[in-house]
């Protein structure tokens, strides 16, 4: 039985990897890459449940007012977490805990831009089931286990503690 591949299936610059030599190869320091994908799902976790319990303070400050926009609430609040968190420190507190961060194709820790643009990335991926899916089924099968976002922007996760 053959591996869920999406070779084919995507526009040509989704298909084809950026190079990126500022960056650990996946196939000679394969540590830094190494069950990324799965510790992006557990930090996702733990950040949405950060995020929640930000927004039940929210809804109690406003005196459950706050319920009346619940939805937008949570986007705004979601959205100014992923960012400030990825502006200050290439990740999220949930990605911290699970030892992972982002860099840039150059190596280097996102800049306030590339965190805003992987914010605005990852949002509207999440309001879009369809793109979730490709996101997810890109970094079960890319080399780097890079996300529909993390392709357009050149962004990669990798082990913060890898080869230390």
């Known amino acids: ?19 990126m030599p500022a960056l650990p190869d996946p196939d000679l320091q394969s540590e830094f890459y190494t069950d990324v994908a799965p510790k992006r799902l557990f930090a996702f976790l733990v950040d949405t449940g950060l995020i929640m319990l930000l927004v039940a303070l929210a809804v109690l400050l406003t005196a459950f ?24 420190h290439s990740a999220t507190p949930g990605m911290r805990l699970m030892a992972i961060e982002f860099r840039t194709l150059d190596g280097a820790t996102f800049t306030t831009g590339m965190a805003f643009w992987h914010t605005l990335g990852f949002s509207i991926s999440l309001a879009m089931p369809l793109l979730q899916v ?8 890319s080399r780097r286990g890079q996300g529909l976002t993390d392709h357009l922007l050149g962004s990669v996760a990798i082990h913060r503690q890898a080869g230390s």
């Open 1 to 19: 039985m053959s591996a869920l591949s999406f070779e084919g299936a995507l526009p040509s610059f989704l298909s084809q990897e950026l190079p």
């Open 65 to 88: 007012t706050g319920l009346l926009i619940l939805p937008f609430l949570m986007l705004c609040i979601g959205f100014l977490y992923r960012f400030v968190s990825l502006s200050r």
């Open 134 to 141: 490709i996101s997810i089924g890109l970094m079960l099968t």
